[in-house]
C-alpha cells in the first residue's frame, strides 16, 4: 500500500493562494489515480479535485473550477494542488488519496483506497 504525506497548508487571506504537495512512498505513483479531498468541520469529505495516472483526465468540483490545479509528478512521485483566488468556504482539511481506478474513471470516495493524515487549510475573510 502506497503511503501519503500532504504540507503546504496554513493560514492566508481571502483571495491568496497556496500550493498543496502530497508526497507518497512504499509504491510509486504512477500506478494510482490521485485525488484531493477535503473535509469542513460538521461535513462530508468531498472530492475538490483528481487526476488520473497519465496526468491526461483531470476532474475538479464546480466551485473550484478555474481556481484549482491539480498536477502531478509521477518521477519525484508527488501530486500537487495549486489553490488561487482562495475563499473562506475553501477553509477545512485538504486530504490526498490514492485509487486503483487509474484511468480516472471514477472518483468516488469509495474508489480512493490510501489516505495522507490531510493538511489543514485556513481562508481569513
Known amino acids: 500500500q502506497v503511503q501519503l504525506v500532504e504540507s503546504g497548508g496554513g493560514l492566508v487571506q481571502a483571495g491568496g493562494s497556496l500550493r498543496l504537495s502530497c508526497a507518497a512512498s512504499?509504491?510509486?505513483?504512477?500506478?494510482?489515480?490521485m485525488g484531493w479531498f477535503r473535509q469542513a468541520p460538521g461535513k462530508e469529505r468531498d472530492i475538490v479535485a483528481g487526476?488520473?495516472?497519465?496526468?491526461?483526465?483531470?476532474y475538479y468540483t464546480d466551485s473550484v473550477k478555474g481556481r484549482f490545479t491539480i498536477s502531478r509528478d509521477n518521477a519525484k512521485n508527488t501530486v500537487y494542488l495549486q489553490m488561487y483566488s482562495l475563499k473562506p468556504e475553501d477553509t477545512a482539511i485538504y486530504y490526498c488519496?490514492?485509487?486503483?481506478?487509474?484511468?480516472?474513471?471514477?472518483?468516488?470516495?469509495?474508489?480512493?483506497?490510501?489516505w495522507g493524515q490531510g493538511t489543514q487549510v485556513t481562508v481569513s475573510s
Open positions: 487526476i488520473s495516472w497519465s496526468g491526461i483526465t483531470t
Open positions: 488519496a490514492a485509487s486503483g481506478i487509474r484511468d480516472g474513471s471514477s472518483w468516488s470516495r469509495g474508489a480512493f483506497g490510501s
Open positions: 512504499g509504491r510509486s505513483l504512477s500506478g494510482y489515480a
